[in-house]
């Protein structure tokens, strides 16, 4: 943040201890999230049936270009992801998402782009892993098996998820309750600390706000604007903050949004225009 504005940076004020997370490769690149970082994440896109049509591409060649923009702009990290998480999307295979994933991630990393990988299914996981995913972005995948067995086994990152429903797919309405953050940050309390116990530490929190629900949008927005300004209570977690800006019609919504995020401590931000790159530049969050 510039020194005229402020005399620290604005995640300063908060005192609340975060369990610091390394990303890295082996002898490759790495970031570590503490509580004072931010870091920007690039949503690189393999569904073809995605709605954000600037972010999809169709195979390693158009990804490496996707990335290097991203890295221009100031992204540390890149989500690639096969599966679309929207409420109404097809449900492709595990052969499919295996397909049309795996590539891609090999590319990115051969390139030292370091990669987090968007799935709910075990298997997907282990391969993606194995090609050098660095942290494993499960929206439901929380429930499966195979997923919990393997971050047992690997110490792999994950990113624990905030949604209303079985899955991203399986969703109605947004419920609106009173003090709604602190609920939302309570139930996430309560699974990362059921995650822990099963041997699962490394860990960060998702309040959930890019997920997709049916129902009433201009309400539904409103619930994400309580969530951001409320950001506190999930510092409270002692987990470092992921988020994904919501993707709004009107750009200026997607800035305002991201603009809240940053301003009330987020630690890793994913975002699908360059424009909220620009925006974390020029407020002084990205070097």
Known sequence: MPSS???NPPLAWFDCQVKPVVLSRGSGSAITI????????????????????????????????????????????????????RY?????????????????????????????????????ARRSIDVGAVLLNTTAGLDDAEMLTLLKQTAVPCIVTYVEGKSPHDVSTFSEEANKPVRIAERLRRRISELDQLGIKSTLADPGIGISYRGDYARYTDQQIGILRNLREFRALGRPIFLSVPRKNDLDRVIALATLALENGVNLLRFHDREVARIA????YIK
């Open 5 to 7: 504005v402020y005399a």
């Open 34 to 85: 503490t509580q004072d970082s931010v870091s920007l994440v690039g949503v690189v896109n393999l569904s073809p049936c995605s709605t954000v049509r600037h972010t999809v591409v169709s195979g390693p060649e158009e990804a490496l270009h996707l990335a290097d923009a991203y890295s221009s702009a100031g992204a540390a990290l890149l989500d690639v992801g096969a599966q679309s998480s």
């Open 88 to 124: 109404d999307a097809p449900i492709i295979t595990v052969a499919e998402e295996l397909r049309l994933l795996i590539p891609t991630v090999e590319a990115l990393v051969r390139r030292g782009y370091l990669v987090c990988v968007e799935t709910a299914r075990g298997e997907v």
């Open 281 to 284: 530049t020029f407020l002084g």
